[in-house]
């Protein structure tokens, strides 16, 4: 499995380590699954954590090593109802070859999450979500 992961997934690792989001980065192994995101995404969450919780940046830096850093490209498809804002991120997890691509931004994935015939076969779940799929 390939998962990519969205700004929000690893401000909640970083600020977290003992949540759900940390954990799907602690149990990352290449024959478990492996793991990516985008400066586009990795920025978004250093600039967060840096605002609301920059005694977790020093963690940030540890999960930055766990992680591929992949670029969106403009020209990969994406959900046509997607927000601009969101396109870069699908983008690049599309682009990278993600079997998931795990966020908390219910307002503008929850449409598109867990269903991968819609989404180019990438499948979009909160964390728990992914967490309880592996688990059964």
């Known amino acids: ?3 990519f992961l969205d700004a929000n997934v690893l401000f909640t690792a970083a600020h977290n380590p003992n949540g759900k989001a ?3 980065i602690d149990l ?3 024959e478990r ?6 400066t586009y995404a990795r920025v ?3 600039r967060n954590l840096a605002q609301k919780a920059p005694k977790a940046l020093a963690r940030m830096d540890t999960i930055s090593k766990k992680l591929s850093v992949v670029e969106h490209r403009p020209d990969t498809p ?3 109802n ?3 804002k969101d396109r870069p991120i699908f983008q690049a997890a599309l682009g990278w070859g993600a079997s998931h691509l795990l966020t908390g931004d219910l307002k503008h994935f929850g449409p598109t999450m867990n269903r991968p015939a819609e989404t180019h076969g990438v499948i979009v779940q909160t964390v728990a979500e992914f ?3 592996v688990s059964t």
């Open 131 to 133: 967490l309880q799929s």
């Open 1 to 3: 499995m390939r998962l």
């Open 82 to 84: 997607l927000v601009d």
């Open 28 to 30: 990352s192994q290449p």
């Open 44 to 46: 978004e969450a250093i």
């Open 22 to 24: 940390a954990l799907v």
């Open 33 to 38: 699954w492996s793991l990516a995101t985008s």
């Open 78 to 80: 994406f959900p046509p």
